[in-house]
């Protein structure tokens, strides 16, 4: 009796083993896994999909497959996003842009992307990306006045001063509700073209 008790334990201290390794790699696997069937891995492989997102605190995007999965991978500062020839910061990319992502293993089943080719942007009329945008800078500042009839603000931006910032025909409804909430005083961040010394059109809020 006492043999067949032995062999009770060991048979379900097996099993017990069994399931949790199976947990383990379950829980584990996540992007390595995911990319893996995804991608067939290496190194310098290409992930393509639609931009589902754009964590900015993890510095990751999302891509949505076919099947409706989406893969988040990381990015850096290195990364660049090309558009018609032309690069942008990551923080451009729009929900439903379609991109092809080239992939670098990091190691630890982890991924970034050293390379986001914009194939299809989701603005039907491009506006943050395209040959209009001309050369895309960054701003900062704190608004100082808004009007709203006819579509421009005004901003203490440090390094250059007292700037006017004008806005497109095409903007994103995003940043269109932005631009209706804006309030003298409000600090904000955003791309934009200088079209002079004093005035620059806004492509983007960040």
Known sequence: MTSTLVRRVTHHLAAAAVF????????????????GSV?????????QGAIS???TRSQQIGVQQSNGQTVWVRYDNNTQVIYQNQNYPVTSL??????VANLQDAGNGTYYASAIQVTQSVSSNGSVYGPSNGNLQTFQGTVRQVDRNNGWFTVDEGSIGRITVTLPS????????RFGNLRSGDYVRFYGVR???AQV???QFY
């Open 170 to 177: 095409g903007l994103s409804q995003a940043d269109l509700n």
């Open 195 to 197: 079209s002079s010394s």
């Open 94 to 99: 729009e929900r439903g842009d379609q991109v």
């Open 39 to 47: 991608l067939g891995g290496g190194q310098g492989n290409q992930l």
């Open 53 to 55: 997102g754009v964590d």
């Open 20 to 35: 949790a390794t199976m947990t383990a790699c379950a829980n584990t696997g996540g992007l390595g896994g995911i990319l």
């Open 201 to 203: 059109q806004l492509r």
